[in-house]
């Protein structure tokens, strides 16, 4: 029942140029979300008294506690709904079509024939697209009155239409062409353009609304006038501080509503903002969706947003995580630093003993070729001699291998936000070498099970430059 | 639909409805056939010498999560689509303007409006001149324009 279509070709501000209602242009925008552009939807007042979507709003503030507008702070528990505007906007969604044809039609025509009330839709839904500039430019140049009056006409003309279909009552009143609600003749414009709330059949609940029926007791159209107790509302979550909850508790919040619980840390902390997001959202709508559409909602967020990588697996997690623009850098090197130095250490073993390996076999060739060239080892060798490698020192850790390992499957992806499309050759003519010569020279030496990584561990914690233009 | 991709396409596909319906001057839409990469025209239309009679091509790049995080916009060189001369822009396109960043972009900013900044920013300038240090960042730049932190100093742009 919402008014925002499901396809990427929505009703359009510009659809009213070159029409005489081109006036309702600035009306209509002045109904749209400075953000998504669309209609609002539960349009919620900031403190500083810009009006946004909700879903709009709070996932800016999720990012940013600001206003988009003025940049004022704003928290989102002070976010009030706009009621009015709610409903300013839905009504004028309501007329928009009827306006929309009655400002495509081509007016100069002397009074048109009678036709049928389908063939009356039929013209003016399949050939509006189609007619739209013609009619457009034809009826530019009709002066406001005689608009009015063929508007009249036609209103009148789809009336009389029905009449030949249905048997009308002698009450001296026409029905809306709309919502079919009768009335006087000179209230249906009125109507039309302030309170017509779409076909009946559509929308049976809305129209006994409009015409003051008691029974209704849907508190979206007059929520000010009809005073009824407001429904029990679903509970706006609170927002969390993730930084100061533990990972057994998050899951067990998300467990509790019912979330998944799978993934990394830092897709569980999105998975709930987002839920929270989506959720709070929700309570601001006028028709609530049912919870599995929200459900729904998340996974297809989950999707789209990438974070659910195909193979989730947790090296991938990891890479996205480092990659992430709030990542810790200081906080991950810290962390990993014992990681970090076994490597080193072991980087420096393995060079070792295979520097002794080598020297000692270029000792017994020394007889027939000259044993200094061997002595300056190829770096290759270094990088893939884990055969000489402590098996033990994953047991020692407590680690599983494939864990390990998976944590230097982690490093290999952080390098890789350059695959987003952003080629840095793009803007250099040389190849890149990620950083890499920032690094201490030992840094080189981290033996890698499998090829080797383009760059390694701390490249993004230490090599991040910092360009000040001045 | 759902939030997500289909949140930034969505408003795409209203930019670019509204784009179709006319530009300001000076300012071409070049390419928009999908929803993450767009390529604009824009010229300086006044009389400052230094741009007069130039275009310049803008390649926009669009993350899932515009219009919440901005998208990217570099300057694209091409035999006849110099990259214009300015302070605050590297000769790889890369631009230093506080909108375009996490801090100064707003989600009411929409691409036309980026153009127009990026139009007014060049018509102020009478500098000819390159930023300081251009040529070593041109030359040890890896980063996304994104992850670049740059030090928004002026405050005359």
């Known amino acids: ?470 | 639909m759902a939030p997500g991709a289909q949140f930034a396409a969505k408003r795409l596909g209203k930019e670019l409805t509204k784009i179709s319906k006319g530009l300001p001057a000076g300012i071409v839409l070049v390419q928009g056939d999908n929803f993450e990469e767009w390529l604009l025209d824009i010229q300086v239309l006044d009389s400052n010498p230094l741009y007069m009679g130039q275009t310049y091509r803008l390649k926009f790049k669009f993350g899932s999560s515009y219009p919440i995080e901005p998208p990217e916009v570099v300057f694209v060189k091409l035999p006849d689509r110099p990259i214009p001369i300015h302070p605050h822009i590297y000769s790889n396109g890369i631009i230093c303007l506080d909108l375009l960043g996490q801090q100064g972009w707003s989600p009411v900013q929409n691409v036309e409006s980026v153009c127009m900044s990026l139009q007014s920013m060049l018509t102020g300038n009478t500098k000819n001149e390159r930023p300081p240090g251009d040529e070593e960042f041109v030359r040890g730049n890896r980063l996304r324009p994104k992850d670049i932190d740059f030090y928004y100093h002026d405050n005359n742009v």
């Open chain 1, 1 to 470: 029942m919402e008014p925002r279509n499901e396809e990427l070709d929505v009703p359009n501000l510009t659809d009213w140029l070159n029409t005489p209602l081109a006036g309702l242009m600035p009306v209509e925008q002045a109904f749209r979300c400075h953000v998504c552009k669309d209609f609002y939807n539960s349009p919620m007042l900031t403190s500083c008294n810009h009006t946004f979507c909700s879903i709009c709003i709070r996932r800016y503030l999720s990012t940013d506690p600001t206003c988009p507008l003025c940049r004022a702070k704003v928290e989102e528990v002070k976010l009030r709904g706009n009621w009015a505007l709610r409903e300013a906007v839905d009504a004028f969604v309501q007329a928009r079509d009827t306006l929309l044809q009655v400002a495509r039609k081509p007016v100069a025509a002397p009074s048109p024939p009678k036709r049928k009330a389908a063939e009356y839709d039929e013209t003016h839904t399949d050939g509006r697209e189609n007619k739209r500039h013609r009619m457009s430019t034809r009826s530019r140049r009709v002066k406001g009155g005689e608009v009015t009056a063929a508007m009249m006409r036609e209103e009148y003309d789809a009336i009389e239409s029905d009449d030949s279909t249905y048997s009308e009552p002698d009450d001296g009143l026409v029905a809306c062409p709309i919502c079919q609600k009768r009335m006087k003749v000179n209230q249906v414009d009125p109507h039309l353009e302030a309170s017509c709330v779409g076909p009946p059949d559509e929308q049976s609940s809305s129209a006994s609304r409009s015409r003051g029926n008691p029974n209704s007791n849907s508190r979206s159209a007059r929520p000010a006038v009809q005073i009824s107790p407001q429904k029990t509302r679903p509970e706006r979550l609170p927002a969390l501080a993730y930084s100061m909850i533990k990972d057994g508790a998050l899951r067990k919040k998300m467990a509790e509503l019912g979330l998944s619980t799978a993934g990394s840390r830092p897709m569980l902390e999105r998975r709930h903002q987002e839920w929270v997001i989506i959720w709070n959202a929700n309570c601001d709508s006028a028709k609530p969706k049912k919870r599995f559409e929200l459900l729904h909602d998340l996974e297809v967020w989950e999707k789209t947003m990438g974070t659910r990588a195909p193979t989730s697996s947790r090296a991938a997690i990891l890479g996205a995580q480092i990659k992430d623009k709030n990542f810790d850098r200081e906080g991950w090197a810290n962390k990993n630093k014992n990681s970090f130095q076994d490597l080193i250490a072991n980087a420096r073993r393995t060079r070792n003993q295979v520097e002794k390996q080598n020297r000692e076999a270029s000792e017994e060739q020394q007889k027939d070729s000259e044993k200094q060239r061997h002595e300056q080892l190829p770096e290759v060798m270094d990088l893939t001699g884990p055969s000489s490698q402590p098996e033990g020192k994953y047991k020692a850790e407590g680690k599983s291998k494939a864990e390990v390992e998976g944590e230097g499957e982690s490093k290999v992806e952080m390098d890789i936000p350059l695959d987003e499309g952003f080629h840095p050759a793009d803007y250099s003519p040389e190849p890149p070498h990620y950083g890499i010569l920032e690094q201490p020279k030992e840094m080189q030496y981290v033996p890698h099970q499998g090829p080797v990584p383009p760059g390694n561990a701390e490249m993004p914690i230490q090599s991040k430059p910092t360009f000040l233009p001045q």
